[in-house]
């Protein structure tokens, strides 16, 4: 017996071992203890050098520099970077899909019944206050390493686009099951000045009627219930959850976030929840400084979402580039200077039938009046800016990425810092300012013992356009990222390559060709920068992009961005210079994926010794 139990001994612990390897396989993986060495908490080159020690998901305790690491934990070397709180995207639309609002909850009527002259006992278009994404919650994992990458640890998944869209979550963006990622369930209502679907309500007075409808309806759910518990008279309340939470907002035990561009809709919801007695607040909000003082006195909680739409073209820009500067066209001829070439019969012919071309597009062309032009111009910088306004009237907020994602939101802030938004107040509206909103303030949003270990290491300040994220924890699961130097340019321009001028330039690819002028200027050692300027599709007007690259050889290369409303798209091309021609490929990157065109253009004639003279002498108008 006991020798049948000897040889049962290997299979019986193989059997166990492979037992525990299954179950430790199903058991959701624990942080590891992590020392995080030789980071700053200071944006400062000689701010001390301290270490991070996390147990448990969380920061234990904050060590100086000297002190010995525990030796049972791992060791991440952090090179003397920047520790920054883990960003909070204080709204967004990620991870989940919202059911349609089912609009008849009341049993259905009789054909053959008599007219009523009342409404439906609930009619629910638009209404689902219910509805709750942390039951829902999914954090798709592109989207989850977008935002890490980014640099953000946590974001609030929120429905939008009803009436009453129904209760946001607060997660982080690891890689786990939605019930170890959800910090925080049902932590605001939202509301908006929109319900899908046909038939009433349509119209901002049907929605107007249509909440109050609800909220009257989710007042008197509340009064049966307290009657009915307390044995008094009247029917039995309806098991209705639309109504409950109606009742909350109606006794302000939940807030309501309303969406809001303009200052008259923020007004709107202003007024409307002194009318019902609902705790609101803001989001969206570009238009929010023209009612800073009410926001500040009210101490409404604000998300902007920098939803600045489609830049427009700036009027003046050609005459703030040109300012101060000669136009060496223009001047008269120096003594000195060789005469200029005759022109040939022929070569005047075919000017003169090129401007008569131009006159006759130009003659069915329309472009706005320099009026016009010039407001949409400042309205859309005064929507931008509008952060900025709200700081100097002492007004404070969040930042939400709406439907924009996470690169493009950290994008836009740090173009506010570039504009005058000082950079702690940008940070705080990225980190501890949410974290308070959503109520998670002693546990995310700062660098403290005791919080939760979510934090990035920067290079440098992370709203800095030069920043790179080395490594972000979130929950105390690091994530490593590669720190890819800027490539320098290396190679001098051969001798005679000069790529300056206006380029006639041809982009051709699966969606047929379209022209475009590139107009560039080179330095001796091959910088290069100048803008290229396009038509966009469906007759939307010229854009113009500012490109920047360099000249190896006989290689240009070229990069520039643009935005397609709150899409970023960025282009590089990489072209061969061929005298007075050049030919090569563009590549387009986008949300899309990416789109190679072949591209092909000529110069200008002329523009090359326009170049010349101009850096001997003065600038063209061709070359500011």
Not at 122 to 127: L, W
Request: hydrophobic share 40%; glycine share 10%; net charge negative.
């Amino acid at each position: 017996m006991i020798a049948s139990l000897g040889r049962a001994a290997p299979a019986l612990a193989a059997a166990v071992w492979i037992a525990s390897a299954a179950l430790a396989q199903q058991a959701p993986p624990r942080p590891q203890p992590y020392v995080v060495k030789d980071v700053r908490l200071e944006d400062r080159a000689d701010a001390p050098r301290v270490h991070l020690v996390l147990r448990d998901g969380r920061i234990e305790r904050i060590a100086k520099a000297d002190e010995a690491t525990p030796a049972a934990a791992r060791v991440v070397d952090g090179k003397g970077m920047l520790v920054v709180p883990a960003f909070v995207d204080a709204f967004t639309q990620v991870g989940f899909t919202a059911p349609e609002p089912v609009a008849d909850k009341d049993a259905p009527r009789s054909e053959a019944a008599d007219v009523l002259v009342d409404m439906r006992d609930a009619n629910r278009k638009g209404v689902q206050p219910a509805f709750s994404v942390a039951q829902a919650f999914a954090l798709p994992t592109d989207k989850g390493k977008a935002a890490r990458e980014a640099g953000f640890g946590a974001l609030l998944s929120a429905p939008s686009g009803q009436l009453l869209a129904g209760m946001s979550a607060l997660a982080t963006t690891r890689e786990a099951a939605a019930r170890d990622t959800i910090l925080a369930a049902d932590v605001f209502s939202h509301g908006a000045w929109r319900a899908s679907g046909g038939e009433y309500p349509s119209t901002l007075m049907g929605y107007h009627a249509q909440l109050r409808q609800f909220f009257f309806d989710a007042q008197r759910h509340a009064l049966l219930a307290r009657r009915y518990e307390a044995g008094q008279s009247g029917p039995r309340p309806s098991f209705d959850a639309d109504l409950e939470v109606g009742a909350r907002l109606a006794a302000k035990s939940q807030r309501l976030m309303c969406e809001a561009q303009s200052a008259q809709d923020i007004l709107r919801w202003v007024r409307l929840g002194d009318e019902l007695g609902l705790s609101i607040g803001i989001v969206g909000g570009r238009e929010a400084h023209k009612v800073a003082q009410t926001l500040k006195e009210r101490a409404i909680p604000l998300v902007l979402t920098l939803q600045w739409g489609e830049e427009p073209k700036d009027p003046s820009e050609k005459d703030k580039k040109g300012a101060g500067k000669k136009d060496a066209a223009k001047e008269a001829p120096k003594e000195g200077d060789a005469p200029k070439e005759e022109k040939k019969p022929d070569d005047a012919k075919a000017e003169k039938k090129k401007d008569d071309k131009k006159d006759d597009d130009a003659q069915w062309s329309y472009e706005e009046p320099l009026e016009v032009r010039q407001e949409k111009r400042r309205l859309w910088e005064e929507g931008r800016d509008c952060a900025i306004a709200l700081h100097k009237a002492g007004v404070e907020f969040s930042f939400g990425s709406a439907d924009g994602g996470a690169a493009e939101l950290l994008k836009r802030v740090r173009t506010l810092v570039e504009k005058g938004l000082p950079q702690d107040v940008a940070l705080a509206a990225l980190t501890s300012n949410p974290a308070r909103l959503c109520g998670v303030g002693a546990h995310v949003g700062a660098i403290k013992s005791g919080l939760d270990a979510s934090f990035g290491l920067w290079t440098a300040h992370p709203l800095t356009k030069d920043a790179k994220l080395g490594w972000l924890f979130v929950d105390g699961f690091p994530s490593e990222f590669e720190i890819k130097e800027d490539a320098k340019p290396e190679g001098k321009p051969d001798e005679g390559v000069d790529a300056s001028g206006t380029w006639a330039v041809e982009l051709k690819s699966d969606q047929g060709s379209r022209p475009g002028t590139l107009t560039v200027t080179m330095t001796p050692e091959g910088a290069v920068t100048g803008t290229y300027t396009t038509a966009m599709p469906g007759g939307a007007g010229e854009r113009t992009i500012d490109v920047k690259g360099h000249v190896s050889g006989k290689t240009l290369t070229l990069k520039g961005s643009f935005s397609i409303g709150d899409i970023e798209v960025e282009s590089a091309w990489k072209v061969e210079l061929d005298g007075e021609a050049f030919a090569g490929s563009v590549t387009t990157k986008g949300p899309w994926g990416e789109n190679v065109s072949e591209a092909s253009a000529t110069r200008k004639p002329g523009q090359h010794e326009e170049h010349v003279d101009a850096t001997n002498g003065g600038c063209s108008d061709e070359h500011p």
